[in-house]
């Protein structure tokens, strides 16, 4: 068979061909023709599913598309992902031309200088500073720097409670003080149900109530100049106060400590498991889940009272904000677009459907703004609603702090004991590990 | 590529055949050694076969190794990835804060790596002895071995997030079936044990990965017995050796060229696995269960400190090439005196 | 070798344990895929009480499974197969050539087995956005990237093993082979590669499986256009909740085919790690 040789040849070649020709036909979608009309957009999961965002966003989308003659392309990236790709992003210059993030990480990638910082002249294209939720707009970045984004969903976190079990249990109202919410989640907690349900092992979850608790106990986890400071006495107090719900109160099933994936204790409240639960925007996973607002009442995370000295702060402002990449090929198609995603109709027809607080002011007209489960969150963001400390290493922050609590989480679910001394300890370690 | 129409057609085979007369046929394909000298042509020819191999090492291992180490002299943090050639020079500080065992950095690495060590023993020496057992107890004709033999190699073949993910709902405290049995069936602890945090988590991991790789252990060795010719056997039954005396004097010094691999590729893949630990326990594992291969994802990924993250990297490597060279001096010296 | 009596109930006992501890997972896999959510999140139960089939159903609209499947076929088919021919011919140098640097040569592939993935993940992604743009091919995202990244990741293994299985093979065959008229390259494709055949099928699944389950490169350099099964799979949990036994049946949808396969082609590997780790 003397003919076989160069057939071989031929089909490792064939293969390589093969191999380039799969990838060239992805290459259309990068959009970096000469004038392009058209955009990238990567979306953030918002909704139960990516499938289910993609049919929430496409007729958005194509509405832009018929004002403005640009087309969209469009990725739903899992939260799994979108930081990695992010990275890759920002690493390489290529990548998307707008993209969602999550507003927590606002200041660390405004300092990689990969996204379009938003002047005042950009920001009154949007309306002007005045027309977003002040909370919101103070979440897209560090104090005194251009924000690089604008605020799309607004969130907060509040008391979600099961009307039924509350009835059952002969308690007419959610709790005001943590001292009634303790007493009442050990009524509750009979029968194999809880009182209150957390996600012990969720790293973000975690670093979001320390912040929440710290700020109650009168304590900063960063000081003016910027320094960590994760073990101050009122971030101990504030970590063991939200430990004690497992370890001396016992209002929290054990097994929560080993929640981790974001939605574990939503789940259990929907399950009947819990009668409480502290979440932003659960109203469209309840609905999934078949509760009805019958069913279930939002009300503010209690407060500290007054006089203790701690700050009338109950919450993160929590949400999404929608940045440009510097790297955009369609720098203006891409603002044209952040200016779209936060006009009135587009804001109205998504944050209904999701369930989360539409960002600008003027969206608020809408009758399905005006249910009490929205007014709450609205009191709560107008009023007591802080945001994350807006530093570079804010994902450093939350990996450190978020670990130190699982493992002080799986402590507590195991019945060891948990002091004051122990929680200074795991925090002590955290806040060494912080880079300079 | 050079195609080259005029060159001898059977000029690439031929080296030892210098009276060969060409083919009839002219109208053949070109040839895709181009004409060269024959010695020549002798000389390269093992170059050109391995240059596709080379060609792709240097692409996907070499060269982003040698950036990777560079990485691990600059300060390369989420203010720098953008443009690599402004961030400042570490030197030598992104290696001391990794081997400062008396700071928290250096100390969380040590603790890292010192699980990982138990751990790659630990799921190495069990995979090896369940794929030994296995393929031992599997010699000989018995009903039902082929499906069992196609049974135990299911995990392998399996795609790891499958497989893995199906063991962390297996471990889950209250749905899970591992605390069923346990406390529901067997009431071996009063109260339900956590498995994917805490201390347990170590064993966790261990078993899981057992799961995953006892399958290899199993199927190379199983291949090692066969090649193991009957006569010996048959000689040492003569001797009056028993079942025992076989599998020691006969069964285990056959193995050990296939151990001595098997040992070596268990032990780097082991150590260096990403996906089972990622898939059951997520990016942030339980400290118990810190493997070294999360904890440096999350040092570089997590917190974009590219730049600690490497020198942790380079460190990994420098000790997985010492203990290998270790390992193959060892093992080779051991066979040249057997 | 002759069994002694109680070998058969160690054997009995030893394989029903191993059997148990393989099989239980499965098994599980299996009850959970066809339960509805709620009893899967519930308490655990051996028999499932309600059967139902709608995961199977709605695993596809979660989830583009289909589309995932497709592409981890493609890149690991690419992948698994390019890597074989690329370890053949290298194998075959380094077996039946004494060149300058075949030590070096060996020595460096092997070594690149002990690299971390971690420590050059960021840089090969910068080197495939830089020359995917150069060369005008889209390496990052894609599933091109995705291929040339396995195929290297399966090497070393793959010519390890081929040297071996290449090595087993006497010399004299290729001589025969010369003498009618062969050269090397002739020797290579009429006399290594039949007579190797089940080392190079079992190089070919290892390779196969390698790129099938890979997830941390997939996680940074696919997009959802190239993405893969290892990687897509995340995607049943989402936001709201996690649909377990959606997970549970897509995980046995996917893995269905290549377990098949696997089993089928087992016999090889066995043939093909005898002689080659083996010799």
Known sequence: MLTRKPYVFAVAGALMLAAAACGSSDSSTSGSAAAPASITYWASNQGTSLESDKQILQPELDRFTKETGIKVNLEVVPWSDLLNRILAAATSGKGPDVVNIGNTWSASLQATGAFVPLDDTQLNALGGKARFLGPSLAATGAPGQPPVGAPLYSTAYALYYNKHMFKDAGIADPPKTWDELVADGKKLTKDGKWGLAVEGASVSENAHMIFTLGQQHGGDLFDSSGKSQFDSPANVAAVKQYLDFIATDKITNPSDAAYSNGTEALQDFIGGKAAMVMWQSASGTLKTGGMTPDDYGVAPIPLPDPSSGGKQVDSMVGGINISVFDSAANKDGALKFVKFMTSKQTQQDLNKAYGSLPTVTDAYDDPAFQTPEIKTYQQILANTAAPLPQVANESQFETLVGNAMNQLFADAASGKPITDESVKAKLTEANQQMAG | ?338 | ?279
């Open chain 3, 1 to 279: 070798m002759r069994d002694p009596k109680w070998l058969k109930w160690v054997r009995i006992i030893g394989l029903g344990l191993l059997g148990l501890f393989t099989v239980t997972p499965i098994y599980v896999m299996i009850t959970s895929s066809i339960k509805p959510l709620k009893d899967v999140q519930g308490d655990f139960h051996w028999i499932p009480t309600t059967i139902t089939f709608s995961a199977f159903h709605d695993m596809w609209s979660t989830v583009p499974l289909a589309h995932y499947f497709v592409n981890s076929l493609i890149v690991s088919t690419i992948a698994s197969v390019v890597s074989v021919v690329v370890a053949i011919f290298a194998a075959y140098a380094v077996s039946r050539f004494r060149f300058a640097g075949r030590r070096a040569f060996s020595i460096t592939v092997l070594s690149t087995q002990m690299f971390p993935g971690i420590l050059f993940l960021l840089p090969l992604f910068l080197i495939y956005v830089n020359l995917g743009s150069a060369i005008g091919v889209d390496l990052y995202a894609s599933r091109t990237g995705l291929i040339i990244t396995y195929l290297t990741f399966s090497l070393p293994f793959s010519i390890w093993m081929l040297v071996g299985y290449f090595d087993s093979i006497p010399v004299a065959l290729d001589e025969a082979a010369k003498v009618d008229g062969s050269g090397p390259i002739g020797a290579l494709i009429r006399v290594v590669i039949p007579a190797a055949t089940p080392g190079i099928i079992a190089v070919l699944i290892y390779a196969f499986m390698s790129a099938w389950g890979e997830v941390l490169f997939a996680s940074v350099m696919t997009d959802e256009a190239s993405r893969t099964l290892a990687v897509g799979l995340q995607g049943y949990a989402t936001q709201n909740n996690v649909y377990w036994n959606q997970i549970m049946a897509a995980s046995l949808v996917v893995s269905i085919p290549v377990v098949a396969g696997f089993l089928l082609l087992q016999r090889y590997l066995v043939q093909g790690l005898t002689a080659g780790a083996v010799k």
């Open chain 2, 1 to 338: 590529m050079v195609v080259s129409a005029t060159s001898r057609p059977g000029g690439g085979r031929g080296s030892g055949d210098p009276g060969r007369p060409p083919p009839p046929s002219g109208g053949r394909k070109g040839r895709i050694i181009p004409r060269l000298p024959v010695r020549l042509r002798r000389l390269g020819l093992p170059y050109l076969l391995i240059l596709p191999a080379l060609l792709l090492e240097l692409l996907v291992h070499l060269i982003p190794m040698l950036i990777g180490i560079g990485m691990s002299f600059i300060k390369l943090t989420q203010l720098y990835i953008r443009n690599w050639s402004a961030a400042p020079s570490a030197g030598w500080s992104n290696y001391h804060l990794a081997v400062d065992f008396n700071a928290p950095v250096g100390r969380a690495l040590l603790h890292s790596f010192l699980v990982t060590v138990a751990f790659t023993l630990i799921t190495v020496a069990l995979s090896w002895f369940f794929g030994m057992a296995g393929a031992v107890l599997m010699q000989g004709e018995f009903r039902g071995r082929g499906v069992l033999r196609a049974l135990f190699l299911v995990p392998y073949a399996l795609p790891v997030y499958a497989g893995v993910i199906t063991w962390s709902f297996l471990l889950q405290r209250d749905s899970g079936l591992v605390n069923h049995v346990l406390v529901d069936q067997l009431h071996l602890f009063g109260d339900k044990p956590f498995w994917l945090i805490g201390q347990n988590s170590f064993a966790s991991i261990v078993v899981v990965s057992l799961w995953r790789w006892w399958p290899f252990a199993f199927l190379v060795l199983m291949a090692g017995l066969q090649n193991i010719p009957r006569d010996l056997y048959e000689a040492s039954a003569i001797d009056g050796a028993g079942w025992m005396r076989q599998l020691r004097s006969v069964t285990l010094p056959m193995l050990r060229p296939v151990n001595q691999v098997l040992v070596l590729v268990l032990f780097l893949w082991t150590f260096n696995d990403f996906n089972t630990p990622y898939v059951l326990f997520g990016k942030t594992a339980p400290q118990e269960a810190d493997l070294i291969s999360i904890h440096i994802y999350q040092s570089s990924f997590v917190t974009w400190n590219f730049g600690t993250g490497s020198a942790m990297s380079v460190l990994l490597l420098l000790f997985l090439l010492l203990v290998t060279a270790i390992y193959l001096l060892i093992t080779s010296r051991r066979r040249s005196d057997a």
